[in-house]
Nanobody, 124 residues
């Protein structure tokens, strides 16, 4: 079992930055791959970024490529999503997810564990 808790969300103006954190407890964080997803009101949860269990091979949705950076620090059981040059369309609840037994994935169903989410609001 892995328990995940996101933090770092908030209200920011367009062009600003936020860093989301995902604190993990339970199973060794170094053995799971991580993903970030987001869900805006009235929309389905969508893929944002993913990274392998070994903190390698990051992969991003086209909408965030060049602006967001995913990483995981296995020494302190925490994952991160650095978000720069934020846009109003980035407004959503952001969720971190962990996948045991596989590499990073863009598919929601590949993830075994989910956090509760953190709200990010970008004003224009």
């Amino acid at each position: 079992q892995v328990q995940l808790a996101e933090s770092g969300g908030g209200l920011v103006q367009a062009g600003g930055s936020l860093r989301l954190s995902c604190a993990a407890s339970g199973r060794s964080f170094s053995s799971v791959s991580m993903g970030w997803f987001r869900q805006a009101p009235g929309k389905e949860r969508e893929f944002v970024a993913t990274i392998n269990w070994s903190n390698t091979s990051p992969y991003y949705a086209d909408s965030v490529k060049g602006r967001f950076a995913i990483s995981k620090d296995n020494s302190n059981n925490t994952g991160y999503l650095q978000m720069n040059n934020l846009k109003p369309e980035d407004t959503a609840v952001y969720y971190c997810a962990a996948r045991a037994g596989g590499g990073g994935s863009v598919r929601r169903n590949d993830y075994n564990y989910w956090g509760q989410g953190t709200q990010v609001t970008v004003s224009s």
